[in-house]
């Protein structure tokens, strides 16, 4: 009888070290959206961030100088919404009724989706896209997590 209860400890640890196959994997790749589906993703982003940042007149958004498409229709997105950007790392004088706001995005394929983010130190965005030549359409919700 002990020898059976050994045994059948033993066979259960050992079971809980084993793995599947067919896991479950998740994987981003950086990507590489431009034109139309480009300006869809930073026009969508931006009205979502613009409703969590607060007015574009107290706020300054500061975000990393990029050359990509993606950076460029979100800045300019960003500017539509009224606010200030500042890409060259030189805020200057920001006075003391503006809130200066560092801004991080990104964008990843994942599973055929494009992912986009944004961030700054006390919010962040994403959600999922269907990215085609002629645009982007919204595969996801918007998640936020907000930070303390």
């Known amino acids: 009888m002990r020898k059976l209860l050994i045994s059948f400890v033993t066979v259960a640890i050992l079971s809980g070290c084993q793995t599947a196959e067919d896991g479950l994997t998740t994987s981003s790749t950086p ?3 431009t034109g139309p ?3 869809a993703i930073a026009g969508d982003m931006a009205s979502r961030l613009a409703e969590q ?3 574009s007149a107290t ?7 990029d050359s990509s498409d993606f950076a460029s229709a ?3 997105a960003l500017k539509g ?3 200030t950007v500042v890409t060259d790392g030189k805020v200057g004088r920001v006075g003391k009724d503006v809130k200066l706001v560092e801004l991080g995005y990104s964008i990843d394929g994942v599973d055929g989706q494009v992912l986009a983010r944004l961030s700054t130190p006390s919010i962040a965005l994403g959600r999922a896209y269907s990215a085609t030549a002629a645009g982007a359409v919204p595969a ?3 998640s936020i997590m907000q930070r303390n």
């Open 53 to 55: 940042i607060g007015p």
């Open 59 to 65: 706020t300054t958004i500061k975000i990393e100088k």
């Open 31 to 33: 990507t590489t959206v």
């Open 140 to 142: 996801s919700p918007l």
């Open 37 to 39: 589906a480009a300006s």
């Open 74 to 76: 979100l800045e300019a």
């Open 81 to 83: 919404w009224g606010y």
